[in-house]
């Protein structure tokens, strides 16, 4: 016999995982998700991937934090993490929200009296709510009285902004996703779509049965590649070769457009004489892609009606990072393929908020709306928005995320609070931010799960899941979409957003949001970009792209028709040179370490490694070696074998991928029990300060430890 159930609710809502964005609805049976339907959102009709439909039920796993708790006087901040909840409370113990907020908020206090503003720094989170994040940075800049706060998109994309901003003036997309199915040819560089943005790989495919030419340049083979016309596969670290190369031919061969380049851009001179010497023939042994190859696909898309570039972290995550989202830039603007549907450039963002957490000044150096705290006018604006006193708010940028860490071993930063971010996991060189935060005076640490951070922590405090809150999110096209609650709070955990404004109340202030929709209005009231988007729009339209400057305003789907929001309204070119890795490979380490992510799970992977159905899909950590690099080393598929990097080893299992460059290893970052970030090296893109997460020395061998 069958028994039926059937859901009490349906709560619309978005999916919690990446930056595509997929709206979706919850069925819910007595405050628990029984299932997940995709709905027809903007960027999704109605699709949703594996992790977006099968990757629910870890709101409900016994592992979360219901109480909050304070670490035992006589726990050492040492010793590896353990998922055991039995083992868990040998270094902590329960306390009650009075204690606990007290304590964590009282301490950071004192912190900040004694030692000063810039001794706390606070790392928020691209997986909260825009309001979350918004607070959240306010709390630091106003609380602490510094700008030390960032997120991971430090991590991910702060290169790409950093070009954007320089070059066009905005850090966000040109055009959505969907745009794919205009343009006649795409390129997708550095991004393995088919893994971290599912949904928007459909529309990629779709596009290409509809007629388009798909380019795929990356130096490992995903899935994608096999819908491509062109698949390129460039040696490791040398975007910068490649890019040069392909603008040398348009150059070269009078593709420039030049009304465009006259009316529209600055710079082209020095972009015209710097490619002057990247010759597709010199380049091509650098690159590993023939002349004739780099010259076809640079016509390709200079020629076409619409050409449209799509990149992920494998152009932002290199000390070059910014470089290589120059190079991308300039391909644009150089051809004018920008300002049109079908056309533009597109950083596909991976957490489902980082567009909108990076928005909403979750950064050392900006404001909300990307206005510089250095910037007189801007911070004289925030001061009399947030009713401060002129002068209150600091005028210079905080630290970024690395310095962070470099910060608390020099013994400026003694405090951090860190909410749903995981830096234990995905900070680069792990075992060094470990012992940072280890010895960190106070470590206040809100999250859903004990995770490897708040391991470290003197305080954690029970926040709640993204189906037990309403917020909006921001996805990857510029789409700020409504997150509805569907079931309420295991125990005693609480909203993040009540749980900051008690954090706050204990450093001095009083702030009295009722609602998260007060928390909105005042961002959109700060925020030009979102100010005509009200919350009973959003309540009713569940969803509304910015630029929306008005009340009533439709939205705009494609930027930059006329001009770009730089001054003069002219888009720059910036040239780059070749720079290579911070590590390259050596005798005693002669492979290349890549790092990324896999379809099933999601970054540190505290949530989908506690989601059901897809750690059960992928419940081992795996590296994958090409199967010729397999053979060499004396293993087959299935092996254990070790990675080790001058800061670190892990031991894990060996998969043959015939897909990944001879001489490389690519091993995703969500297994804890290798957690492969204690290899990855923290040198620092310069203008960025992203680390490298795609390139590091390191050795291999067959068997464990
Ligand atoms: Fe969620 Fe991204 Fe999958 Fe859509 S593509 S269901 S947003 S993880």
Redesign the pocket.
């Known amino acids: 016999e069958v028994a039926l159930t059937v859901p009490d609710k349906q709560v619309d809502s978005v999916?919690p995982?990446?930056g595509?964005?997929?709206q979706m609805t919850y069925n819910v049976k007595d405050n628990k998700i029984l299932f997940v339907e995709g709905r027809d959102g903007p960027a999704?009709h109605g699709r949703?991937?594996v992790?977006?439909r099968y990757g629910f039920d870890y709101a409900h796993h016994p592992h979360r934090l219901t109480v909050p708790l304070i670490r035992r006087a006589d726990a050492p901040k040492s010793g590896d993490f353990t998922m055991d909840p039995t083992r868990v409370m040998d270094v902590f113990r329960e306390a009650t929200w009075e204690e606990a907020l007290e304590y964590a908020g009282g301490k950071l206090a004192e912190i900040r009296d004694n030692f000063g503003k810039k001794a706390l720094a606070g790392f928020g989170s691209a997986k909260g709510s825009n309001e979350e994040a918004y607070l959240f940075q306010k709390l630091v800049r106003v609380g602490f009285g510094s700008n030390n706060v960032d997120h991971c998109t430090r991590l991910c994309h702060a290169s790409s902004v950093v070009a954007l901003l320089e070059g066009i003036g905005s850090g966000a997309v040109s055009n959505p996703v969907m745009d794919v199915t205009k343009a006649e040819v795409v390129i997708v560089i550095g991004a393995n779509p088919t893994v971290n943005?599912?949904?928007?790989a459909t529309w990629i495919k779709n596009a290409v049965a509809n007629g388009t030419k798909l380019i795929v340049m990356d130096p490992r083979r995903s899935d994608l590649a096999r819908h491509a016309h062109r698949f390129m596969q460039f040696k490791p670290d040398t975007d910068v070769a490649m890019l040069n190369a392909m603008m040398h031919v348009i150059v070269e061969e009078g593709l420039v457009d030049k009304d465009f380049i006259e009316s529209r851009t600055i710079g082209f001179d020095e972009l015209r004489a710097n490619v002057a010497e990247y010759t597709p023939e010199k380049m091509a042994p650098i690159c590993g892609i023939d002349a004739e190859t780099l010259r076809y696909v640079a016509r390709l898309y200079a020629t076409s009606k619409g050409s449209m570039i799509l990149w992920g972290m494998g152009v932002s995550q290199h000390v070059h990072g910014t470089d290589n989202a120059r190079c991308l830039i300039a391909l644009s603007l150089m051809t004018g393929q920008i300002g049109r549907p079908g056309t533009g450039l597109h950083p596909l963002r991976g957490q489902?908020n980082v567009q909108g957490a990076s928005d909403a000044g979750l950064i050392p150096m900006m404001y909300p709306d990307y206005q510089h705290v250095s910037d007189e006018k801007a911070r004289a604006g925030f001061e009399k928005h947030w009713k401060l006193a002129p002068g209150t708010l600091d005028a210079n940028p905080g630290l970024t995320v690395v310095e962070i860490m470099d910060a608390i071993d020099a013994g400026t930063v003694r405090g951090m609070y860190i909410m749903g971010e995981n830096p234990a996991m995905s900070d680069p060189d792990a075992n060094h931010a470990r012992a940072a935060l280890a010895s960190l005076d106070h470590l206040v640490v809100q999250d859903i799960f004990l995770t490897e951070t708040a391991y470290l922590a003197d305080v954690i405090l029970p926040a709640t899941a993204f189906a037990e809150k309403t917020g909006t999110f921001t996805n990857t096209d510029r789409l700020v979409q409504m997150g509805r609650q569907a079931i309420d709070p295991p125990g005693q955990a609480k909203p993040d957003l009540w749980i900051i404004q008690e954090i706050a109340r204990r450093m001095g202030l009083d702030w009295q949001y009722k609602h998260v929709s007060e928390v909105f209005d005042e961002m959109r009231h700060a925020m030009p970009s979102i100010a005509g988007i009200t919350w009973d729009r959003l309540e009713r339209d569940n969803a509304v792209m910015y630029p929306c400057r008005k009340e009533g305003d439709p939205g705009e789907a494609v930027v930059f028709v006329e001009d770009f929001p730089r001054e003069s309204g002219r888009a720059r070119f910036v040239p780059a040179d070749v720079i290579p890795a911070a590590e390259r490979p050596d005798t005693e380490y002669p492979m290349v370490l890549i790092t990324g992510r896999q379809l099933e799970h999601w970054h540190t992977g505290s949530m989908t490694r506690r989601a059901s159905m897809l750690d059960a899909l992928e419940p081992d950590p795996v590296a994958l070696v090409h199967p010729l690099d397999l053979d060499e080393l004396g293993g087959k598929p299935g092996d254990v074998i070790t990675i080790e990097s001058r800061r670190g080893r892990i031991t894990l299992y060996a998969r043959a991928d015939a897909g990944s460059p001879r001489g490389a290893i690519f091993v995703p970052f969500c297994y804890y029990e290798a957690a492969i970030n204690r290899l990855t090296n923290a040198a620092l893109d310069p203008f960025a300060k992203i680390p490298e997460f795609k390139y590091c020395a390191i050795k291999v061998s067959v068997g464990g430890e």
Do not use: D, I
């Open positions: 999916c995982y990446c595509v964005g997929c999704n949703l991937c992790k977006g943005h599912p949904v928007a489902n």
